[in-house]
């Protein structure tokens, strides 16, 4: 079932803080989050694991509720280059193999 | 190194014809996953291969479409038939192994154009 992702769209200005947050009805295993600028391929930001904790890279983290079935995704002082759609992908479970589902993204705009 | 290869990055077919996309995936790669994006929308999950194999193809619609990622070359998406709601962007991914903790590295997609 894929994750619902909020908000749909964002505009900030350079520097400011934003949180997306992916949401999903049924138990999770893990929650990818990708970035994909317009007309491009979506970039791997982080994959976050059930029981596993908060992680983040230089000015983006995220953190994973399993109790919520929620994952959100933290960027502060927001440069520029952080425009872009934001893609949370959810699995469902660990056996087998990945089958990422992916919510419907978040347009975040940068201005100056 | 080089990443996930997609080819032809721009394909414009007319309804009726065959579509035929390529993906080379990473170096040491031998798991590929297809996905469609159609305009505004997320990345639909379509099928997943490994090597010679298809492991899930829930995703694909039943008919005019297939896929394959032979033991020696790039894996193919095929659409036979083409109609305008084929219009989409596919992309491919692929992944060392098939585990849950593994990153999918995304090539830059074809954009497919049904007239």
């Known amino acids: 079932q894929q994750p619902v992702q909020s908000p749909q769209a964002v505009i900030l200005r350079e520097g400011e803080d934003a949180v997306i947050n992916c949401s999903s009805s049924?138990?999770?295993?893990?929650v990818h989050w990708y970035r994909q600028k317009h007309g491009e391929a979506p970039v791997f930001l982080m994959i976050l694991l059930k029981g596993g904790e908060q992680k983040g890279h230089d000015k983006i983290s995220a953190s994973f509720n399993e109790k919520k079935q929620q994952s959100s995704l933290y960027l502060t002082a927001s440069q520029l280059s952080y425009s872009g759609t934001y893609f949370c992908?959810?699995?469902?479970?660990?056996?087998?193999?990945?089958?990422?589902?992916f919510g419907t993204g978040t347009k975040l705009q940068v201005i100056p | 190194n080089a990443g996930v290869m997609q080819n032809p990055r721009h394909l414009v077919r007319r309804r009726g014809q065959e579509a035929r996309l390529r993906c080379s995936p990473m170096?040491?790669?031998?798991?590929v996953y297809w996905y469609r994006q159609l305009p505004e929308e997320g990345l639909k999950f379509m099928v997943y291969l490994q090597k010679e194999n298809i492991i899930d193809e829930s995703g694909m619609p039943k008919e005019r479409f297939s896929a394959e990622f032979p033991k020696e070359g790039p894996s193919i998406l095929r659409i036979q038939q083409v109609v305008r709601g084929d219009s989409a962007a596919y992309f491919c991914?692929?992944?060392?192994?098939?585990?849950?903790?593994?990153?999918?590295?995304f090539g830059p997609g074809t954009r497919l154009t049904v007239l």
């Open positions: 170096k040491g790669h031998s798991h």
């Open positions: 049924k138990a999770l295993y893990s």
């Open positions: 992908g959810t699995e469902l479970d660990s056996g087998g193999y990945q089958k990422v589902t």
């Open positions: 991914a692929s992944s060392s192994t098939s585990v849950v903790t593994d990153t999918q590295y």
